[in-house]
């Protein structure tokens, strides 16, 4: 199939379209607003349902309600915009409901800003509401990924009953690359055994619901649960390696962040430096053991981030400290240059040197 | 020959409700519209945070549990997933006209074509009797320990009133069931707003005026005398919205 250019924003919501979703719900905010523009556009064209809600609130609430319904569903929104979505996303993974939401972050706290950023990684991959809960997080760094993972989100989020989030950024957002567009699929809608779609008078009634009076029922809940987890952990982490078969050192980067790194890692290269780069793709669930392997070769990691440093903790725990880790950061909707990561390599470099 | 029964869209599921709670009759008078209208098979209904909040273990069709407030939204999601289905929501006062006083508003304007049944009766009552957006000015709630201020609480929310102003809406009314009179026309006004439903004609919200003994601190029967010395003045029942019968009259 040949390529088209394409926005990433417009990338997700054509891959949403062909993965057989017909039913998004959004709120403008910039730097993801092509996204629900997209939608506008092509899905009373196919049959489909697009709806500006009143807020992202409601947004959620009506992926909420799809959902329930066994179908397809999405929202897509930007950080203040997906901090209003948590309470729903915590009803949805409470309730046991596949769904997917796109956030293409931008600076923050607050209002922030509107430029690119990475530090939603918190809320992204440790749950984000209240309760004890997951959502399946891919990040993609280009917009082919973005495509493609469009259509993972919503593969990996039906076969697991967990909601899914893609972690985007700005950058990725607004950036046109070429990319390859998946085949369309025909939305298939089978009758589930937890949807509500009516009980025909043939079956007992079925109940969508988060809520459990009883402390022990709840528990059970949430064990069970955490066993879905447990799987979602041995089966579906993604990562990529980058030039890590001889490297002395390990630079940890996701979305934009990691392609700025690969750059930087040619440079040293260059330089003698021998040096890859691990890119988780599954933010959660985290490439632990790819990390602690890596450990057993490098001698130190540098985990470059647009944030004050978050994935950084999850660095740390997955090479349980046996290694120095610093930060290479840029935040507030600025991007680190290659030259920048560059002279934060050699700086890893030098110190660890020392240090023997 | 059976003279009383129970509709066949209730469970046998025991109600939790506090004596002379109306909740009970208003989940018969919504059980009943459904059995008469033969859709129990198709009909999802959407459970508030409340008093109801465990609506969906007595209804007899497909139940899903909503976030406070957010009734309205998940219903839309429920019936443009499925716009063959019947969809209502039961929210109560501190859901619908508080909380959820967004969702509301929009799903009326957008006229979802859902049945909204909306039970107001001036109180939080699941969380103990705090002031609601209902509460009447001067009444004394746990919240509103000297009686409801509306220099400093404002004043209640009518949602009959407010909604009824919008041009979206299909279909306002308020009614009471205090008295066998009020229960038998409430009966009728419910049947109507799924009627409507069916008919495909939009948004259709009943409020209901009902009675909280537990915590306004009356007995049962005080109370249902409270909602017409009080409750009714203020919340004037009635048709306050009818747009095919004000098109059909204009005819």
Redesign the interface.
């Known amino acids: 199939m040949a390529k088209v250019l394409m926005k990433g924003n417009e990338a997700i919501a054509e891959a949403a379209i062909r993965a057989g979703c017909r039913h998004y719900f959004g709120y403008p905010i910039t730097p993801q607003t092509e996204l629900a523009a997209y939608m506008a556009k092509r899905m009373p064209k196919i049959g489909g349902v697009f709806l500006q809600a009143e807020s992202e609130i409601a947004a959620i609430n009506m992926v909420y309600g799809v959902a329930a319904t066994g179908r397809r569903v999405m929202t897509s929104s930007s950080s203040p915009g997906v901090s209003l979505k948590q309470e729903g996303i915590s009803y949805i993974a409470g309730s046991d409901l596949p769904a997917l939401i796109v956030n293409v972050q931008r600076g923050g706290p607050g209002l922030g800003g509107i430029q690119p950023s990475q530090s939603d990684y918190f809320q992204a991959t440790k749950g984000g509401g209240h309760g004890d809960y997951h959502l399946i997080v891919l990040a993609p760094c280009s917009v082919q990924e973005m495509a493609d993972m469009t259509a993972l989100s919503f593969d990996l989020a039906d076969k697991y009953r967990v909601p899914s989030m893609l972690l985007a950024d700005g950058t990725i957002g607004q950036m046109m690359e070429p990319v390859e567009l998946p085949a369309p699929q025909e939305p298939v809608f089978e009758e589930k055994d937890w949807a509500v779609t009516g009980t025909k008078c043939q079956r007992p009634h079925h109940i969508v619901n988060s809520l459990y009076l009883v402390p022990e029922e709840l528990e059970k809940k949430n064990f069970e649960r955490f066993e879905t987890y447990r799987s979602i952990e041995e089966n579906e982490v993604r990562y990529e390696a980058f030039r890590m078969e001889d490297a002395e050192y390990c630079v940890v980067a996701f979305g934009i962040a990691a392609r700025v790194a690969k750059n930087a890692i040619v440079a040293a290269r260059n330089e003698g430096i021998k040096v890859g780069l691990i890119r988780p793709i599954t933010l959660w669930p985290f490439p632990k053991k790819a990390l602690a392997d890596a450990a057993k070769q490098c001698k130190a990691f540098l985990s470059v981030e647009l944030s004050m440093g978050q994935m950084i903790e999850d660095v740390k725990l997955a090479i349980d400290c046996s290694r120095p880790v610093q930060l290479c950061n840029r935040a507030g909707g600025m991007i680190p240059s290659p030259d920048e990561v560059l002279a934060s390599i050699r700086e890893l470099c030098r110190k660890a040197q020392q240090e023997v | 020959m059976t003279v009383f029964e129970k509709p066949k869209s209730l469970?046998d599921a025991e109600l939790h409700y506090c004596p002379g709670c109306t909740h009970g009759i208003i989940h018969r008078l919504v059980a009943e519209a459904i059995d008469a209208l033969g859709i129990?098979?198709?009909?999802?209904g959407?459970a508030p945070v409340g008093c109801a909040?465990?609506a969906?273990?007595y209804?007899?069709?497909?139940?899903?549990?909503?976030?406070h407030g957010?009734a309205p939204?998940?219903?839309?999601?429920?019936?443009?997933?499925?716009p063959d289905?019947i969809v209502f929501t039961y929210q109560g006062d501190g859901d619908l006209a508080s909380i959820g006083m967004?969702?509301t508003?929009?799903a009326a304007t957008r006229n979802e074509n859902i049945t909204v049944i909306f039970v107001n009766n001036a109180i939080y009552g699941m969380t103990g009797g705090q002031m609601a957006p209902t509460s009447l000015p001067g009444q004394v709630t746990q919240t509103s320990p000297y009686g409801r201020d509306v220099a400093t609480a404002g004043y209640p929310v009518k949602v009959a009133e407010l909604l009824s102003g919008l041009d979206g809406p299909e279909f306002i009314a308020r009614v009471a069931v205090n008295n066998v009179k009020n229960v038998n026309n409430a009966k009728k006004v419910i049947q109507k707003a799924f009627q409507n439903q069916i008919d495909g004609k939009g948004f259709s919200l009943v409020e209901v005026v009902s009675a909280c003994p537990t915590n306004w601190g009356m007995t049962p029967q005080k109370a249902l005398e409270w909602i017409d010395e009080k409750m009714i003045p203020y919340y004037p029942l009635g048709t306050y919205k009818d747009k095919s019968a004000a098109e059909e009259a204009a005819k």
């Open positions: 469970t129990e098979g198709r009909t999802i959407v909040v465990m969906y273990n209804f007899a069709c497909d139940m899903v549990e909503a976030a957010r939204a998940m219903a839309t999601g429920i019936k443009r997933s499925l289905r967004a969702e508003v929009h």
